[in-house]
T-cell receptor, first 115, second 111 residues
Framework: QQQVKQSPQSLIVQKGGISIINCAYENTAFDYFPWYQQFPGKGPALLIAIRPDVSEKKEGRFTISFNKSAKQFSLHIMDSQPGDSATYFCAASIGLTGGGNKLTFGTGTQLKVEL | DADVTQTPRNRITKTGKRIMLECSQTKGHDRMYWYRQDPGLGLRLIYYSFDVKDINKGEISDGYSVSRQAQAKFSLSLESAIPNQTALYFC??????????FGQGTRLTVV
């Protein structure tokens, strides 16, 4: 059972356009929602994260929109650049006793930004 | 030097062989994790450890075992490798509610 569903599987955007990746979760106990970016040959790296007490978080060109009632969250990349071409994973976790994040990942979105 | 180092980076092994993947970190974090990445499936948690005396199963622990030799070292073993364990394996560390830091991965092929 996929607890975090991610779409689309792949995405092609023109340079300067907006990239939008969506995720939906089932477990209402999740309390931390990060997005990870992965380049070929590298491990995932944290891009931006949000807690469910806010509906939006923006860091530079990257924005997370969070809809708690719908159990959905999305990543928006404004002014997409070729250097943004990567695989993006949404994730969710429950704060573990004593802290630490046991992440449940979405299936990933391969983003390609074309010139 | 990388904060999270995995060895080897690539490995081809035969069915039935025992193999160990190693992970070391310089972040000073107590929490360490092993994930497996497969195309179309994302990353799935195999095992995690809060400290040297703590080992916990993740969602796909069957066929795997781990050892936490020290705060900085967490190894993953496949006692008898099978072809469907062919995947990209990642080690990660975190501290309390901070982000997880991933290694560069080990690409394992079981033939």
């Amino acid at each position: 059972q996929q607890q975090v569903k991610q779409s689309p599987q792949s995405l092609i955007v023109q340079k300067g356009g907006i990239s939008i990746i969506n995720c939906a979760y089932e477990n209402t106990a999740f309390d931390y929602f990060p997005w990870y970016q992965q380049f070929p040959g590298k491990g995932p790296a944290l891009l931006i994260a949000i807690r469910p007490d806010v509906s939006e978080k923006k860091e530079g060109r990257f924005t997370i929109s969070f809809n708690k009632s719908a159990k959905q969250f999305s990543l928006h990349i404004m002014d997409s650049q070729p250097g943004d071409s990567a695989t993006y994973f949404c994730a969710a976790s429950i704060g573990l006793t004593g802290g630490g994040n046991k992440l449940t990942f979405g299936t990933g979105t391969q983003l390609k930004v074309e010139l | 030097d990388a904060d999270v180092t995995q060895t080897p980076r690539n490995r081809i092994t035969k069915t039935g062989k025992r193999i160990m993947l190693e992970c070391s970190q310089t972040k000073g974090h107590d929490r360490m994790y092993w994930y497996r990445q497969d195309p179309g499936l994302g990353l799935r948690l195999i095992y995690y450890s809060f400290d040297v005396k703590d080992i916990n199963k993740g969602e796909i622990s069957d066929g795997y075992s781990v050892s936490r030799q020290a705060q900085a070292k967490f190894s993953l073993s496949l006692e008898s490798a099978i072809p469907n364990q062919t995947a990209l394996y990642f080690c990660a560390t975190s501290d309390l509610d901070t982000e997880a830091f991933f290694g560069q991965g080990t690409r394992l092929t079981v033939v």
